[in-house]
């Protein structure tokens, strides 16, 4: 299994300005992956943090909004820029292997709040 | 394009009943299927994953079925208790793919 330390655990930022959201897990992972959930609604895949290479982002986000890096094989960033109230939600990274016995893993999410 | 789905949308019992939550996906082809749970607020904790060879999984008083041919799994809590209070989330990984897909997931609410 592998553990995931997420922070911060939350936050209340003005609107305007950017936050960056750190993921470190304990073990190299090949795949990191940030999600997004709205309050009330599931969780919502953003982008794919690949070791190496740009992010792979889903339909509906885009690196300027959501830049991501992935330094290397146990860590990763998210950033929201710009923020304004609709990005009020819980982030959550989380990782997984290419293979079909292997679960999935999560961090404690960070509450953002966008006043 | 998968989809899955979950009944209900919520769910009230009291202490002690046995219950069944329902997820289903559109697209058989999927290589695992995991049931997280989520406090409010919170990150999900893994519960049980099901590899798409295997029909069930269990983990004390929950056990988790699978029935890929017809896209079905169910979640099975026994003798349930009000720490079980949670939202449950099924969430399936479709082959030959990274991502997974989630429900919108059960509110369950055990009344002491």
């Known amino acids: 299994s592998a553990v995931i330390s997420q922070k911060p655990s939350r936050d209340i930022c003005q609107r305007g300005t950017s936050l960056t959201i750190q993921c470190q897990v304990d073990s190299q992972v090949t795949m990191m992956f940030w999600y997004r959930q709205q309050p009330g609604q599931s969780l919502t895949l953003i982008a794919t943090a690949n070791q190496g290479s740009e992010a792979t982002y889903e339909s509906g986000f885009v690196i300027d909004k959501f830049p991501i890096s992935r330094p290397n094989l146990t860590f990763s960033t998210l950033t929201v820029s710009n923020m304004s109230p609709e990005d009020s939600s819980i982030y959550l990274c989380s990782v997984n292997e290419d293979r079909a016995d292997t679960e999935a893993f999560f961090g404690q999410g960070t509450r953002l709040t966008v006043v | 394009k998968q989809e899955v789905t979950q009944i209900p949308a919520a769910l009230s019992v009291p202490e002690g009943e046995n219950l069944v939550l329902n997820c289903s996906f559109t697209?058989?082809?999927?290589?695992?299927l995991q049931w997280f749970r989520q406090d409010p607020g919170k990150g999900l904790t893994s519960l049980l994953l099901?590899?798409?060879?295997?029909r069930e999984q269990t983990s004390g008083r929950l056990n988790a079925s699978l029935d890929k041919s017809s896209g079905r799994s169910t979640l099975y809590i026994a003798a349930s208790q009000p720490g079980d209070s949670a939202t449950y989330l099924c969430a399936v990984r479709p082959d030959r793919d990274d991502k997974i897909i989630f429900g919108k997931g059960t509110r369950l609410h055990i009344l002491p």
């Open positions: 697209d058989s082809a999927i290589y695992n």
């Open positions: 099901i590899q798409s060879s295997q």
